[in-house]
């Protein structure tokens, strides 16, 4: 029986590219984590969210940091969310975004080559 990791999952067992030649099923698991990454506006977005006060940034604070719509705004979050990059919750009306600063670490060891 296979066990199929996420990309997260991917990430943290992988070693340092620095180290040894990463795999083909190990790079197709962990591009999509950073291609996530690799808009602009996802970008920044989760720069914002991870240096924002508390930990945490709700959607109507993040919208206006950008000259885009609410719902291309919630599209990039999704799609940051959907990567396992940032955790959200929803209190009434708004959403909550949280990064997920363990998935952040993981890449960082894994391009950078220092342990966690």
């Not at 950073?34 to 930990?55: F, I, N, Q, W």
């Not at 955790?87 to 993981?106: H, I, P, Q, S």
Request: hydrophobic share 40%; proline share 8%; glycine share 8%.
């Amino acid at each position: 029986m296979s066990l199929e990791l996420t990309p997260l999952q991917a990430v943290a067992c992988c070693p340092p590219l620095s180290r040894e030649p990463m795999g083909s099923p190990e790079a197709e698991r962990i591009a999509p984590l950073l291609k996530a990454l690799g808009d602009p506006v996802r970008l920044r977005l989760m720069s914002l969210v991870a240096s924002h006060e508390g930990g945490e940034a709700c959607v109507c604070d993040l919208n206006e940091a950008f000259e885009l719509s609410q719902p291309t705004i919630s599209r990039h979050l999704k799609i940051l969310h959907d990567a396992g990059l940032l955790e959200r919750d929803k209190r009434g009306v708004w959403v909550y975004y949280r990064a997920r600063t363990g998935a952040l670490e993981d890449l960082a060891a894994l391009i950078g080559g220092s342990p966690r």
